[in-house]
Nanobody, 127 residues
């Protein structure tokens, strides 16, 4: 079992930045594929970014447009999402996710491939 604890959400002005953090425990962190998803009322949970077992493998949703950076720190058993140039359209609950097993190209986009989820952290961007 894996427990994921998120932090870093809050209120920020348009054009600002936030760092979201997700601390993992209960399993070998290096074996996990880590990702961020987000969700707003009336919409499905959508993929934001993912990072594999190697830092050479990262994926981003098209709407990110170079504004976000996902990273992981093995010493802290944590994954981060550095968000820059935020807009009101980025307002959502952001969820940390972890996946195990064998991964293939395209799997990172699928919420069903992730075994564990954090509680979510609210990001609100004011105009």
């Amino acid at each position: 079992q894996v427990q994921l604890v998120e932090s870093g959400g809050g209120l920020v002005q348009a054009g600002g930045r936030l760092r979201l953090s997700c601390a993992a425990s209960g399993r070998a962190f290096s074996s996990l594929v880590m990702a961020w998803f987000r969700q707003t009322p009336g919409k499905d949970r959508e993929f934001v970014a993912a990072i594999g077992r190697s830092t050479l493998g990262v994926d981003y949703a098209d709407f990110v447009q170079g504004r976000f950076t996902i990273s992981r720190d093995s010493a802290e058993n944590a994954v981060y999402l550095d968000m820059n140039s935020l807009t009101p359209e980025d307002t959502a609950i952001y969820y940390c996710a972890a996946g195990t097993g064998t991964w293939y190209r395209g799997d990172t986009w699928k919420p069903g491939r992730y075994n564990y989820w954090g509680q979510g952290t609210q990001v609100t961007v004011s105009a």
